[in-house]
């Protein structure tokens, strides 16, 4: 890395509100966003890129929330943001970061493909997997939460700037108890190596 590298950078693609969301509500988030979007210096050349997507990154309850938005849903950017509010409220605390030199912590996330994610981080296993399987039997008519996928992540910080992590995922709803078993499975096998 080149002393070029270094430094501050501007990443126009982050530009908006960093907070208060609540506050602001879906209607102005999704205006703006949009604005911003389609008239930013950059819109040209996200226009030729399909992989190019509109997502709100916010803070809930211990959780943090990715929505992005989907215009094959058939509903506005707005629509879609009062869909995630109205299931994951916007809050204050997000997750956390991982803790103390040593301590175990389970980081989880349910993926909603290109529509979102939401992300957590717990201290024990048992809790993680009771989080995954409740947001997994949650999405009820939301046309929002599809194509899940749930991930389960061991976290263990070694030194402020060490951090072991192993993690093991699954697409099936009934697979989600096998996942500590598998976890732990992949840390033994590790361990020995």
Known sequence: MGEEDCGPKEYPWIEGPHENF???GPEQLAHESLRWFEHSDDAAVWRENPSARLELVYPGEALTITARYSPGLDLSWEEQLRDWFARFPPGSGGVSEPGESGAEQYHWTVDFGERGRIDGI??????????????????????ILRQYAWSLCCLVRRSSHVMDCYSVDTDDLAELDELPVRLREKRERYARN
């Not at 201290?123 to 046309?143: H, N």
């Open 22 to 24: 609540a506050a602001q």
């Open 122 to 143: 717990v201290a024990s296993e048992a809790t993680a997997i009771e989080r995954l399987k409740s947001l997994g039997q949650d999405g009820g008519s939301s046309p």
